[in-house]
């Protein structure tokens, strides 16, 4: 089996900014909205589905070429990161129709069913976006994951096996 090429290692990160990048536009158009500047929230949405339909691109990708990828955490942590990457994961499942539905209906001026369904839509797209950012920040930044043939792999295995003989 080759070797992922090395770009493929930033996509978490990558995907992460996309996550957040969503979620600050999401906020804009909705204030956007709220305030009645319609073009300025069209756009805004737009630009948060766009990165949200490149985010699951690349998230997709990264996880069929790197495979599954393991949390480094222990201790009290791990609970409250599989809580988070669980209702993440539901939520994201859920928020891709809700928010097609909605797109349709904004783009085809059925304003008030747009806003029966944007009405569950914002928040729910707006914390997939949000715990999408500590996902990847717990996974990859706090408790640096367990990836087969990496050095974090490595050094984690050493760190594993000082502790485990008593050395440390």
Do not use: E
């Amino acid at each position: 089996m080759l070797a992922p090429a090395p770009w493929v290692y930033h996509l978490p990160a990558i995907n992460a900014t996309l996550n957040g990048t969503s979620a600050v536009f999401l906020l804009t158009g909705y204030f956007m909205i709220r305030n009645g500047k319609v073009l300025a929230h069209k756009t805004c949405m737009l630009i948060a589905f766009v990165c949200s339909s490149v985010f699951l691109c690349g998230y997709l990708y990264y996880h069929f070429t790197i495979g599954l990828v393991r949390f480094g955490g222990d201790g009290w942590i791990r609970p409250v990161y599989f809580t988070i990457l669980t209702t993440h994961t539901i939520l994201a499942v859920v928020i891709v129709p809700l928010v097609i539905i909605a797109l349709y209906r904004a783009l085809t001026n059925q304003f008030v069913r747009h806003r029966a369904i944007a009405r569950w839509t914002f928040p729910l797209w707006l914390y997939v976006s949000v715990t999408g950012v500590i996902v990847y920040w717990l996974l990859y930044v706090a408790y640096p994951p367990l990836i087969p043939g990496t050095t974090t792999t490595i050094m984690r295995g050493l760190t594993h096996f000082v502790r485990a003989v008593g050395l440390a």
